[in-house]
């Protein structure tokens, strides 16, 4: 069984509705000037958390979204309809990767938080915006702004306080279906746990106002060389990075290893993954302590546990022995534990950011040369641009003139641009000199 935890997406915004350059016409009214109304918006993309969901499976088989265009602008200066918005839910703990750079733009941890993903594009102007006194009957309006394209990976790292880990077979499902109403597949070889999953634990008596809850994650088994990829690897240590506090699961009925050492190498494999899983707290759960052979080295590995400062219970969930003193003491250390940040979002909120990370816009554009080609990238530069109707003289005047006072022009002559040249901005090419 597959565990869809990442996916790519390819998001597009609505195209802003054109301006209208409409002039007024009625039978007595022979000089209605000009009354062309402005485009509507183009609808935007959003990522929206979604409880309900816990995989991505969805997005292996739908992976192109579109949000609505604007609607364009009508005469009597009535605005375009705006185009409707493009919702996509993802599962609570999905982090927003934009390709192909890797910058996390967005930690969705919040049910029914919102994540701009691709904005929608600004309805062109109709041409009443462009009559002045000595220019009373203009033909110009503008064109609707492309949409935001955006091609996106998105990675699910679970939302839980409790990480349950420990080798292969330690007893971590059985735990998880006592404690939880949470049903995994259980069976006596390891690797039965093929996908994480998550259990509510309830402690107390809520009828009485001292319950309290928790969520818990059984981590399907680690073995030797997992934070390099061995066995389930890196598609599970992630799942870990949220937690809170980890309840680290050694089987004492397994005779073949030594249960201190087995400990041990689960350790170092959460450390050579990261450091921050390494400082995370962690209780030393010794299972199956019903059976003998683990009642006999229980009492050396609590005494290495004491040693080691490390607090220390033994267990039995299939008889339930110790199970509950678990519980109480992992709901008690948790009333003490903040909430857990990702390193990629911890500098961000650090700074009294949001969890979500939005670039700003700015005016800075680039020009390079390539086979012959000057190419103007920015992305002011494109949006006027492409708002311009290259058909309308009018409209290209104020183009011109907007890009000489941003200093294009001045920029392209000093890398020898010369009449006739080509100038690409963003999808549109311009030929230098051309009036």
Not at 62 to 74: D, P, V
Not at 162 to 189: E, F, M
Not at 229 to 243: A, K, M, P
Not at 296 to 322: C, D, L
């Amino acid at each position: 069984m597959d565990f869809f935890d990442r996916a790519n997406i390819h998001v597009q915004a609505g195209k802003g509705g054109n301006g209208s350059a409409h002039m007024r016409r009625e039978k007595f009214v022979p000089l209605g000037g000009p009354d062309g109304g402005d485009g509507g918006r183009g609808g935007s993309v959003y990522l929206e958390a979604d409880t309900a969901l816990n995989t991505l499976v969805d997005f292996h088989y739908h992976q192109k979204f579109r949000a609505e265009e604007g609607g364009m602008g009508l005469s009597n200066r009535r605005h375009g309809k705006s185009g409707a918005d493009c919702i996509i839910h993802v599962p609570a703990g999905t982090i927003v990767v934009r390709e192909p750079d890797g910058a996390v733009i967005a930690d969705l941890t919040e049910p029914g938080q919102q994540f701009m993903a691709a904005r929608g594009g600004r309805g062109g102007l109709g041409n009443t915006h462009f009559a002045t006194a000595t220019h009373q009957a203009p033909r110009e309006a503008q064109l609707g702004e492309p949409g935001e394209i955006a091609d996106l990976r998105l990675e699910l790292k679970l939302i839980a306080d409790v990480g349950l880990v420990g080798a292969p077979n330690a007893g971590k499902s059985t735990l998880l279906s006592v404690v939880t109403a949470a049903r995994p597949k259980i069976a006596d070889y390891p690797f039965t746990t093929l996908i994480p999953n998550l259990g509510v634990v309830v402690v107390g008596d809520y009828s009485r106002g001292s319950g309290e809850s928790f969520i818990m994650a059984d981590i399907p088994g680690l073995i030797e060389g997992a934070s390099q990829g061995v066995g389930l690897g890196h598609d599970f240590l992630r799942h870990i990075e949220r937690t809170r506090l980890l309840l680290h699961l050694v089987d004492g009925s397994d005779m073949e290893n030594d249960p201190w050492m087995e400990f041990e190498k689960i350790n170092s494999e959460l450390q050579a993954y990261s450091d921050d899983l390494t400082a995370l707290p962690q209780l030393a759960i010794f299972t199956k302590v019903d059976l003998p052979d683990a009642q006999t080295r229980w009492p050396e590995f609590e005494q290495k546990a004491q040693q080691n400062g490390i607090e220390v219970f033994a267990i039995s969930a299939a008889s339930s022995e110790g199970v509950q003193a678990v519980m109480y003491r992992t709901a008690e250390l948790l009333r003490t534990l903040p909430p857990r940040l990702l390193p990629e979002t911890a500098a961000f909120k650090a700074a009294g950011g949001s969890a979500v990370i939005r670039p700003q816009d700015d005016d800075r554009y680039t020009i390079t040369k390539e086979q012959g080609i000057f190419v103007v990238s920015g992305k002011k530069v494109d949006r006027v641009v492409a708002m311009t109707n290259p058909n309308n003289e009018e409209g290209m005047a104020r183009l011109e003139k907007r890009l000489s006072e941003m200093g294009v022009f001045e920029k392209l002559e000093n890398m020898g641009v010369q009449p006739g040249d080509t100038v690409r901005f963003g999808q549109i090419e311009l030929l230098w000199g051309e009036s």
